[in-house]
């Protein structure tokens, strides 16, 4: 009995424990939006990079604060003596057994470091921006996919319905059939012509259900878990009035561009610290030592030192140069490729704008063709009972009201996809407008910022420390040697 006890409380502690563990199904789209911006793998790897890259602004501080470090030894030492007489006998021996230990401790504090600090704290913010910004751009990406994804299961569960609605009606049609053949109304190549259409609708059937599992597994992929329930409609964000306007914030808020954009000032930023890792420096250090030995003899002996050192880089052999020269060629690199992206964003960002355009025409007319399409095939079905219809002129209308019904659901998934593409690659895409929640990250010295304000800010506060240099201020500065203009000293 004990026993059987003990077994049906570790059940029950199993049963608890998964059903702790295990998180609520997402039931609609804002709560698959919620679970895909606070749990997808890929956004938790650069939070938790955003994360890390704001401890190099301490790195950045830490260069001026004073180190100290201590140090002990404790050691055991033997020596000892003998001599010899010319016969070979040890005449004496003498020996002693110390453990001498020493203590000490040293401060080093940098007085002047010549922009150091400057040039790493600003080489650190454009990293934690650029590193906001592409946070930004999955976060949008995120969202679009799980939306795309949902629009496309609505689509397939659309036209698993459709489809299963024109297979009943055709069984219904092959039923008549059989019967009006039974009484010599119509011929046997009727009932073959229906009975074809109904054994392609049962493979159609099957592979529009097929592409319904296909979908739940695509959302699975992105929110965790399949979906058990979906919103009644997904909730239409409004988009830019126009395309110049789409343009226009794409150029400006696009996270991914902004990343981009921030190579360059991450370059130059570079191009900073090494050429402030070439100036003098002035650092005072200060130390004591002691030392205690074991024979207690009362003796001590110690020193204690304050310097101040002034150090200067002589000759690098051309190493310094180099990088710079190196920094500024991926700061030229950089630049081009803001360009190359900037295009590229233009591209996508009008052709989104048109799909949009065009999905929202065919949701308008695919209304209008399905009308159309079931007053023709209620029409035929009544003009076949009084003679003046064939069977097969009834199954191209009943195709004909299918298709329909399959591009009016495609035209609505288009819509769909092609707004939530354009919301994203325009930037004005927010959690907020899926009724969504996205988990927040403090970055080190840059406020808590929502998209789209993400990438705009993190340019602003970029370029205000470190200024984009213009083409001919680089080429110049190539000319004369690869040195940039010094930076501000600190």
């Not at 949701?363 to 007053?375: G, H, L, P, R």
């Not at 996205?438 to 789209?452: C, Q, R, Y």
């Amino acid at each position: 009995m004990t026993k059987k006890r003990n077994a049906i409380r570790y059940s029950l502690s199993l049963a608890i424990l998964a059903a702790i563990s295990t998180p609520a199904a997402a039931q609609t789209l804002p709560e698959a939006v919620t679970m895909a911006l606070q749990t997808n793998p890929g956004l938790e790897s650069q939070r938790a990079n955003l994360r890390a890259l704001g401890q190099r602004r301490v790195q950045a501080v830490a260069q001026r604060r004073m180190q100290i470090g201590g140090e002990a030894t404790y050691g055991q030492q033997e020596s000892w003596t003998r001599s010899i007489s010319s016969t070979g006998v040890i005449s004496s021996r003498l020996a002693s057994d110390t453990t001498p230990t020493t203590y000490g401790i040293s401060a080093s504090q940098p007085i002047w470091l010549a922009g150091r600090v400057k040039a790493a704290m600003s080489l650190a913010e454009a990293q934690i921006a650029q590193a906001d910004a592409r946070l930004a751009g999955s976060e949008l990406a995120v969202m679009r996919d799980v939306v795309i994804a949902y629009a496309d299961l609505r689509r397939d569960l659309r036209a698993v319905e459709i489809r299963r609605q024109n297979l009943a009606a055709l069984n219904r049609q092959l039923e008549a059939v059989r019967v009006r053949f039974d009484v010599g109304d119509v011929t046997k190549t009727d009932v073959a012509q229906v009975e074809a259409r109904q054994a392609a609708s049962k493979t159609a059937l099957a592979a529009a259900e097929a592409a319904v599992d296909a979908s739940r597994s695509a959302i699975e992929r992105l929110i965790g878990q399949a979906p058990t329930d979906l919103t009644p409609e997904i909730k239409e964000v409004v988009g830019p009035a126009s395309l110049d306007q789409a343009l226009v914030l794409a150029r400006a808020n696009n996270p991914d561009l902004a990343a981009i954009r921030l190579g360059e000032t991450i370059a130059m930023a570079g191009a900073k610290v090494i050429e402030a890792e070439n100036r003098p420096k002035i650092t005072i250090q200060a130390s004591q030592a002691w030392a205690v030995d074991s024979n207690f003899d009362g003796n001590r002996s110690g020193n204690t030192a304050v310097t101040a050192r002034l150090s200067v880089p002589i000759f690098t052999g051309g190493l310094a140069s180099s990088r710079i020269t190196e920094a500024l060629g991926n700061a030229n690199a950089a630049r081009f490729s803001a360009v190359d992206g900037e295009r590229q964003i233009s591209e996508r960002t009008t052709n989104a704008w048109h799909q949009a355009r065009v999905a929202r025409i065919a949701v308008s007319a695919s209304a209008e063709q399905v009308k159309a399409a079931q007053i023709a095939f209620e029409g035929a079905e009544l003009e076949q009972s009084v003679g003046l219809r064939t069977t097969l002129d009834v199954l191209i209308q009943q195709q004909e009201l299918l298709e329909a019904q399959l591009a009016q659901a495609r035209a609505v998934h288009d819509l769909q996809a092609a707004t939530i593409a354009l919301s994203a690659i325009t930037g004005i895409l927010k959690p907020s407008d899926l009724e969504a929640t996205s988990a927040s990250v403090k970055k080190t010295g840059l406020p808590w910022l929502t998209p789209p304000e993400v990438p705009l800010a993190a340019v602003e506060t970029a370029l205000s420390i470190v200024p984009l240099p213009s083409q001919v201020s680089v080429k110049a500065a190539e000319r004369a040697g690869g040195r940039p203009k010094p930076a501000a000293k600190r």
